[in-house]
């Protein structure tokens, strides 16, 4: 039933052809530049592809779809990376960032959560901007957020069945993969909150909150999906960090403990862990369940 | 009107008139579950692990009757068919149970990379056959009936050996599946390469048809854009009031997808339909 067929040239070299084009970075013109002068000029180029209408000629014609890929998929990044839009404003996203990461990146999924995958190794890579460290963090947060939103539901661990009950003092803990784990020198959690209260044209001319930071130790944060799917996000203490950290790629109950006692952690850890246990139980964070294992696709 | 299309696989029933399932619409929806006959999906707005979407979609169902429409299937691209893409397709229409499956006649993947958009192919007879092998693959692996949507297009090929209508019959008659007619698209493509909208759907095989699309555009003086972002002009009423009957009544659908108004609003566009309809029943 499933044989495939080869694809007639024709369709090959035209459709090779427009997706060179309408994929060649835009300009801040929103005009289609000369492709390469070994093509001769675009006019000369299009006019061998693609007919004329009755009101444009053919290379007009194809910057519509130059202009619509480049104009769809820029927007489709800025509103992934809300907070990473509101630090540049739309014309310094869109060209500093947007067009030179699409250029690379182009899109490999039909899916277009994933548009975004590449942009952190890119930013680590080319971003050329002030306070590298800051935005790359920016756009983590951003990815997360994404990320968090559709990211498959595992079984939660229940505290009303006992049988799970004992299974989890036995058998490795999985973090939910809605969960996302932050250590971060700034409270950008906080910052994005406030930042987030406003359109990017508000920020072009509007000093930025201050930035919280702490000279003697990390922030930490998780960000995760209630049971009603909104997405929160908290504040949590170094050991609550390191052991959901640990149970992200599974690990026993014990083995976490001693993990802890790596870090001399124990000590302080102890008398908080039955509740945040609880907590963590009641939020649905927690699961028996592998997550490379359980296909919960719709 | 309880028009069945009958087709290999069965008959298909006439859902009446729906409006496209979008984000701002959600909690009046839920919450008020307004008499909307059904509703359309971008099917890869849920062909997702988990999370909002599948509550919403699962809320939805529910209550209303819920077709899939596509954006990614590249039907027409020279890369492989992506099974995994339609596995996942497969699945969705296992949840919605949706009575058809539709996506475009149109190109957006190319050696492995995706360019989001309904591009358009040239009309040859070797396309024909090419798309028409393939659009029988997915028909057949999806077991449901599979739509092909034309598109608006701004461009046309020098090499085009035909009209876009011939290469859209022949490749749905070829294929043997079904056609989901945007009228808007038809008077878009209209205005932008200089035809006549009859001489389109005077010479496509209407029998075929399972749905109808209807949208509004912009109007960019020397074109028209596909925006979906207004109210549906005059000129495409009549287009959708000529098609409609010939049809014999199928399910027929308002897309507004930007600058989005009310529900009721919304809702109340798409009635207009009802006005055209009543035509058929008199």
């Given at each position: 039933m499933n044989v495939e067929h080869k694809a007639p040239k024709i369709l090959i070299e035209e459709l090779s052809w427009f997706a060179n084009v309408i994929s060649f970075p835009m300009q801040k013109d929103h005009k289609l530049p000369p492709i390469s002068s070994s093509f001769g000029t675009l006019e000369k180029m299009a006019s061998d592809h693609i007919a004329p209408s009755p009101t444009l000629q053919p290379h007009q014609r194809i910057e519509i779809y130059h202009q619509q890929y480049w104009w769809r998929l820029l927007r489709l990044l800025r509103e992934s990376f809300p907070l990473l839009l509101r630090l540049h404003g739309i014309d310094s996203f869109n060209y500093e960032i947007g067009v030179p990461y699409l250029a690379r990146y182009p899109s490999t999924s039909w899916s277009l959560s994933l548009l975004g995958r590449h942009l952190i190794k890119w930013l680590q890579e080319h971003y050329k901007g002030a306070h590298a460290s800051i935005a790359i963090d920016c756009a983590r947060i951003d990815m997360a957020y994404s990320e968090s939103m559709i990211a498959k539901d595992l079984p939660p661990l229940s505290i009303k069945d006992e049988e799970a009950e004992q299974r989890a003092l036995h058998d490795p803990l999985f973090l939910q993969p809605s969960a996302h784990l932050f250590e971060m020198e700034y409270h950008l959690f906080n910052f994005r909150q406030k930042v987030m209260e406003q359109a990017s044209n508000y920020w072009q001319c509007h000093p930025l909150p201050l930035l919280q930071r702490n000279a003697m130790s990390s922030f930490y944060v998780i960000l995760y999906r209630t049971k009603k799917s909104l997405l929160c996000w908290k504040e949590i203490s170094h050991c609550q960090y390191l052991l959901l950290v640990s149970f992200q790629s599974g690990m026993r109950l014990e083995e976490a403990i001693a993990y802890l006692e790596k870090h001399h952690l124990e000590k302080e850890a102890l008398p908080h862990l039955q509740q945040w246990f609880h907590e963590w139980t009641v939020e649905g964070?927690?699961?028996?369940?592998?997550p490379k294992e359980k296909e919960t696709r719709c | 009107m309880n028009h069945c299309l009958l087709t290999p696989n069965g008959s298909i029933p006439n859902l009446g008139i729906g409006i496209g399932l979008r984000i701002p619409h959600y909690e009046e929806i839920l919450r008020?579950?307004?008499?909307?006959?059904w509703f359309e999906i971008i099917s890869e707005n849920f062909m997702v692990d988990g999370g909002k979407p599948i509550e919403i979609l699962q809320a939805i169902l529910e209550h209303y009757p819920v077709v899939q429409h596509g954006?990614?299937?590249?039907?027409?691209?020279?890369?492989?068919?992506d099974f995994d893409y339609l596995k996942r397709l497969k699945e969705l229409t296992k949840v919605t149970k949706t009575p058809w499956v539709s996506d475009h006649l149109s190109w957006g993947r190319l050696e492995g990379a995706h360019y989001h958009d309904l591009l358009p192919l040239p009309y040859t007879k070797e396309v024909i056959d090419y798309v028409a092998k393939r659009a029988r693959i997915v028909q057949d692996y999806l077991e449901i009936p599979f739509a092909l949507e034309n598109l608006s297009s701004y461009v046309s090929f020098k090499?085009?050996?035909?009209?876009e209508w011939e290469f859209y019959s022949a490749i749905v008659e070829k294929a043997d599946i079904l056609m989901m007619l945007d009228v808007n698209n038809i008077y878009v493509s209209s205005i932008n390469h200089g035809f006549d909208p009859k001489e389109y759907y005077n010479n496509i095989?209407?029998?075929?048809?399972?749905q109808i699309h209807l949208a509004g555009h912009s109007n960019y003086g020397a074109y028209l854009l596909d925006?979906?972002?207004n109210y549906v002009i005059d000129e495409v009423w009549k287009i959708y009031a000529d098609v409609y009957p010939r049809t014999h009544g199928v399910s027929t659908l308002l897309e507004w997808d930007d600058n989005f108004i009310s529900l009721q609003e919304t809702w109340e566009e798409a009635l207009k339909a009802k006005k055209f309809q009543a035509r058929l029943l008199s």
């Open positions: 964070l927690l699961s028996l369940v592998d | 008020d579950k307004p008499a909307i006959d954006v990614s299937l590249a039907i027409g691209s020279p890369d492989p068919l090499k085009d050996e035909m009209k095989p209407l029998e075929r048809v399972v925006t979906h972002d």
